[in-house]
């Protein structure tokens, strides 16, 4: 005897998927790639020897001495900051638009930022973050990259936010 029922496996021309799997868009794996990755710099930050320098780490400003991986200017705000973003980021990836949302607007923030520590006076109270010239570099890359994925993925996701986020 066979059945016939609605939605029965008999009737179902797709293979059964377990009743948690969720789907994910690509613009969410790159902001969950993202967001782990500023969590993991803002981590790193506030540790002796991978920073260098760690004694001299001040709350703000370019008094700072302490260098992430003895090359990247920071402070315990500048380690916040990383740390903020990775969260957001995580939290991002639960769905599509708000993956789009942070990787573009994030990426714009970036970009600010790389203007922002191109035209201030690096030994100046402006300095705040603090950032130094391979900061304003890594800024322009993660700003620009940020807004490929976010302009990119946005494009091509394989599915919309009412699938990518259903638990079947």
């Given amino acids: 005897m066979t059945d016939h029922s609605f939605g029965s496996p008999a009737m179902s021309s797709r293979a059964p998927t377990h009743p948690r799997t969720r789907t994910r868009t690509p613009a969410q794996v790159a ?6 990755a500023f969590l993991l710099v803002g981590i790193l930050g506030f540790i002796p020897g991978i920073t260098e320098n760690f004694d001299e780490m001040t709350f703000a400003g370019h008094e700072s001495d302490a260098e992430l991986l003895g090359l990247f200017e920071v ?3 500048h380690n916040i900051v990383h740390l903020l973003f990775g969260v957001i980021g995580i939290a991002a990836a639960a769905r599509h638009s708000s993956s789009r949302t942070f990787l573009l607007v994030g990426g714009l923030i970036y970009l600010a930022l790389w203007i922002y ?3 201030i006076d690096h030994d100046s109270d ?3 973050v603090p950032v130094n010239d391979a900061d304003d570099w890594l800024h322009l890359g993660l700003g620009a990259g940020m807004l490929i994925l976010g ?3 946005g494009r091509t996701r394989d599915v919309d936010d009412r699938t990518a986020n259903r638990v079947s």
């Fill in 31 to 36: 902001s969950l790639i993202v967001g782990i």
């Fill in 117 to 119: 520590g191109l035209v």
């Fill in 75 to 77: 402070s315990v705000l």
């Fill in 126 to 128: 402006a300095n705040f």
């Fill in 151 to 153: 302009l990119a993925l």
